[in-house]
């Protein structure tokens, strides 16, 4: 049986979107292990699964697939000029979740996928999930390098992409990798708004914001001035790096391949300004007041593709009133009476988060004695 040859699975990948594609031998992942086992032994996971769950399985493409030969590595951009900022109490989403990124990606590499099982090969797509480190993928693949920021860096075109990956047993040329490119730069630590990266690859998720939205129980107290207008995930890291902002003073953005669309298609919500109301995909900004007035059906409805602790939309409310609180608002009365309201709560997590709330907007009176 002889398999496609890799400029044709590679040349495959981006006629269907993809903006890279590279290939790498299906070889234990031994150094991400023992990188993953260290940290979570030292407690930098800070209670996240993902790929720290199981460390064995995650750096192991045979797990995915039994016999596999190599790996079809995809990357796909997803970073758009944001919209300018509506002048009313608004949460910010990180670009990577304005949209379903990962379900565009995950039919492009099926495509991939769909051209080795027809010539008689298994053929398994990953992304986004706890079955392999695809990062470390799309390393080996030579996609790109690891940034300081632990992200993937693609050589001219920046961070701004999702990765997925095809395991397969079909036996490929691997591509070559591509060296570190960071040099001195130390961007992405120094303007990291809590200080999680503690060294140059090494992410605390205890401090990471995009994690603490992410994270069950009470937003820690000491990271929620820092967590600003940020309703869901962090790109501070990201807007810094210099890659990344020559593309942005040249005016372009990280999307490059055909999945990215025409500027018609790229639909920022159907309010003004970017705030979705939950008839589109995407969204930039989202209204706080309108948010925390939502039901749990509601609000699951137009957000429950993020993740959120154990699928209680209390969190998503959680994280709303600390950008709330934030908002610097305090004399606007729809966000003084959205913060009163949850004094009242029923749930005393919302309430304590309102309480915090009420008294960074400078309302304190509001608080029950």
Not at 57 to 82: E, F, I, M, N, W
Request: proline fraction near 6%; include cysteine; glycine fraction near 12%.
């Amino acid at each position: 049986m002889s398999p496609p040859d890799s400029t044709e699975v590679i040349s495959a990948g981006v006629a269907a979107g993809l903006d890279a594609v590279g290939v790498a031998r299906a070889e234990r992942f031994g150094s991400v292990r023992a990188e993953l086992v260290r940290h979570r032994d030292q407690g930098l996971h800070g209670g996240m699964a993902f790929t720290y769950r199981n460390p064995d399985r995650s750096t192991d493409p045979g797990r995915v697939v039994d016999g596999a030969r190599s790996l079809v590595v995809g990357a796909l951009g997803y970073r758009r000029p944001t919209p300018v900022r509506p002048d009313r109490a608004v949460g910010r989403v990180a670009a990577y979740a304005r949209r379903d990124h990962y379900g565009a990606l995950r039919q492009a590499l099926g495509q991939v996928a769909a051209m080795l099982v027809a010539a008689g090969y298994e053929a398994v797509v990953v992304a986004d999930d706890n079955a392999l480190v695809d990062r470390e993928a799309a390393r080996r693949a030579g996609l790109g390098w690891y940034g300081k920021n632990s992200n993937i860096l693609l050589p001219g075109r920046g961070s701004w992409f999702v990765l997925g990956t095809v395991v397969t047993t079909a036996e490929l040329v691997p591509s070559d990798p591509v060296p570190d490119q960071c040099g001195p730069c130390r961007r992405c630590l120094e303007s990291c708004p809590t200080g999680a990266i503690i060294a140059p690859g090494v992410v605390d998720a205890r401090r990471c914001l995009a994690w603490l939205v992410q994270a069950g129980g009470d937003f820690p107290l000491e990271y929620r001035e820092a967590l600003g207008n940020r309703i869901y995930g962090c790109d501070d890291c990201q807007e810094v790096c210099p890659p990344n902002r020559l593309l942005e003073d040249a005016g372009e953005d990280a999307s490059v391949g055909t999945a990215s669309g025409s500027e018609e298609d790229m639909a920022w919500g159907s309010v003004a300004g970017g705030v979705s109301s939950g008839s589109e995909e995407e969204m930039a900004w989202v209204d706080l007041v309108e948010l925390l007035g939502l039901d749990d059906d509601r609000l699951m409805d137009r957000y429950g593709r993020w993740y959120i602790p154990r699928r209680e939309p209390r969190y998503v409310r959680r994280n709303a009133l600390v950008a709330l609180g934030n908002s610097g608002r305090g004399d606007d009365p729809e966000v003084v009476a959205t913060v009163v309201r949850y004094l009242a709560d029923a749930d005393p997590m919302l309430v304590r988060h309102a309480v915090w709330a009420a008294r960074r907007l400078g309302v304190d009176a509001a608080v029950p004695a």
